[in-house]
């Protein structure tokens, strides 16, 4: 395989690093903190005039149709700025939920529309208590679904319950918000009482859940690189301006051995998500495995990462003004969402051991 970018990617790269510190530098994370609903209509518009919106989906249903990796090396660069907003719960958890298990006509209608930035949604696939009701040719759905990412803010929700995967059309539906530690990552809980849903596509839809699964462990993952890099950008400039009896911090050998050491951290990271991303792609036999292996080392190296570079700043990485605690409380959202190291390691385990048992 090709770990290495290809000029395309590399194109895409620069100019997603261009775009988002000119129109959503660190400053909009911050005064999106306070916002109830999370990001601006401008910004999401002028992603979805460069196609961001519809990087992974198929170009007869709306989108750009450039797969699976692009989309990681995007969401590695909005990491480094600490992107809020739904690009994530909308195109990588309801987007790739749509593609993965809706018929023809759900493809074009929702995926389009995404594509276009008109339309916003998340997806409950996991912690949801759901009941189903049949209900004519539709379903009611009762019960809650925790921890939704933008669950009281999407315009349409997409939730998994026995095994099939349901599209909310609006009613019976109300969400309490949850005061996370990343404030820059709107959370909510979403209850559901006799609301009506459509289901996607037809069948049981527990293998799609799990490749949609496996591709928000990938891209959460590459969103923790993407942190983690500007992590180390910011400590070992820091390193380098800091001076102490004469010297800048950067030469003193403790320092030294910190920042090579979140560097290896990164670099480690950057080969797990790249290969993940690959397998991905191609729906390699590994996908599962990779998938599993880059989310648990990114809880583990993001998390680091962040607690390094607090102290490689000292005093002034415990401030609020300083923008190095948006990181750590990233990393240590990200570590918890979609699964933990641990939980990860132990899927590895299980799939492993069904592979050779």
Not at 66 to 86: D, H, K, N, Q, Y
Not at 204 to 211: F, L
Not at 287 to 305: E, L, N, P, Q, T
Request: proline share 3%; aromatic share 8%.
């Amino acid at each position: 395989m090709e770990l290495l970018l290809s000029d395309e990617q590399r194109a895409l790269r620069d100019a997603a690093r261009t775009f988002l510190e000119r129109e959503a530098p660190i400053g909009y994370a911050r005064a999106m903190m306070d916002d109830p609903r999370g990001w601006r209509d401008e910004v999401c518009r002028k992603m979805a005039g460069l196609g961001w919106m519809g990087l992974p989906f198929p170009e007869d249903a709306g989108g750009v149709g450039m797969g699976f990796s692009p989309l990681a090396i995007l969401l590695a660069e909005m990491g480094r700025v600490v992107l809020p907003g739904p690009y994530f719960p909308t195109v990588v958890l309801a987007g790739l939920s749509v593609l993965e298990a809706g018929s023809d006509a759900q493809k074009k209608d929702l995926l389009s529309a995404i594509s276009a930035g008109d339309l916003t949604m998340t997806a409950a696939l996991t912690d949801a208590n759901v009941d189903v009701r049949p209900d004519g040719d539709r379903v009611l759905l009762n019960g809650t679904a925790r921890y939704v990412m933008d669950g009281a803010t999407a315009d349409r929700i997409v939730v998994a319950a026995d095994g099939a995967l349901y599209l909310l059309e609006g009613d019976g539906l109300s969400a309490t918000p949850v005061n996370a530690m990343d404030a820059t990552r709107k959370i909510a809980h979403v209850h559901f009482k006799d609301a009506r849903a459509e289901r996607l596509g037809d069948g049981d839809s527990t293998a799609a859940i799990e490749r949609v699964l496996d591709r928000a462990y990938v891209a959460l993952a590459a969103e923790m690189l993407g942190g983690a890099e500007r992590v180390v950008e910011m400590s070992v400039g820091y390193a380098k301006e800091r001076m102490q009896f004469d010297r800048p911090i950067g030469s003193f050998q403790a320092v030294k051995h910190r920042a090579a050491d979140m560097l290896l951290e990164v670099e480690s990271l950057r080969n797990a998500v790249a290969y993940a991303a690959w397998a991905i792609e191609r729906d390699h036999p590994d996908a599962s495995i990779a998938a599993s292996m880059a989310k648990a080392y990114a809880c583990d190296a993001f998390r680091r990462v962040a607690s390094s570079g607090i102290q490689v700043h000292g005093g002034i990485g415990f401030t609020w003004e300083h923008d190095m605690h948006l990181y750590f409380k990233r990393a240590k959202a990200s570590e918890a969402a979609f699964g933990s190291g641990d939980h990860h390691r132990e899927r590895l385990a299980r799939l492993l051991e069904q592979r050779y048992a």
